[in-house]
């Protein structure tokens, strides 16, 4: 997306440059060039300092959606800014079209860029585990282990291995059905530790067994089979339920490691 946001701030300065020329056929003019230089110059420089200010102190930086509302935002009051000066200091031309036109390029431009990005960010639990496990893979085992969150080091509270075929293939297909979102928070410990053990063919007569680690709640997952690791749930069904209903179940014998 970065270097979305560059192509898009070079073209604007090509077209802020080019402009005049194809629509007014006329040289574009600058506000530097006229007695409006030291206003001008202030205004920006001030526009451009609150916005820093914004950015780095209200805007959450790691949230998608308040990036683009923030970028845009500064897009349309610098564009806006910039041709009133126009309007006010370039007398007998229409060069102050000239920002309008860029702020209605580049607001598009930014929309276009955002959502295409959101858009690559959006995956599934399926496609980011599919290597490792798939139709062909065995699992032997899922091992729950419930963290206490309320130490700086989580520790485990409870955990138990489930073998049972049945169980293993609950937990795997409402796992299938979880539909995620890259996130680029930093790594956060979460309530449920869950690792799948599998084994896969990888050559004639070899076999390997690996453990894949999710670590869950409500809201996120961190998956070990992933080179991004963290990702936001968001396909709004109970991925905890069958993890919850062992948890409540008297069938299941949770070993306490922390208890005396």
Known sequence: MELALLGLALLLLIMNAKLSKWLLGEQRVKISETEGEKVHRWVIFVSIFISLIILTTIIDRDNDSALMWFLLCVLIVMCSIQALMEWKYLKGTKQYV??????????FGVLVIFF??????????????????????????????????????????????????ETIGRILE???????????????????NVTIETTNQVAEDHFETKGLRVELDENYANISASSHGRYEIVSGTNH?????????????????????
């Open 98 to 107: 000239i920002p309008l036109l860029l702020m209605a390029i580049s607001v």
């Open 116 to 165: 295409i990005d959101d858009w690559m960010k959006h995956t599934t639990f399926q496609d980011v585990v599919s290597e490792q496990l798939h139709e062909e893979t065995e699992v032997n085992s899922i091992t729950i282990r419930i963290n206490d969150l309320s130490e700086r080091i989580p520790q485990t509270k409870a955990r138990v291995t489930i073998e049972d075929k």
């Open 174 to 192: 409402v796992f299938s059905e979880m539909e995620l979102k890259q996130d680029d928070g930093l790594h956060e410990f979460r309530k449920y």
């Open 240 to 260: 905890l339920q069958t993890i919850e209903e062992l948890v409540e179940s008297d069938e299941i014998d949770w070993e306490r490691p922390n208890t005396d």
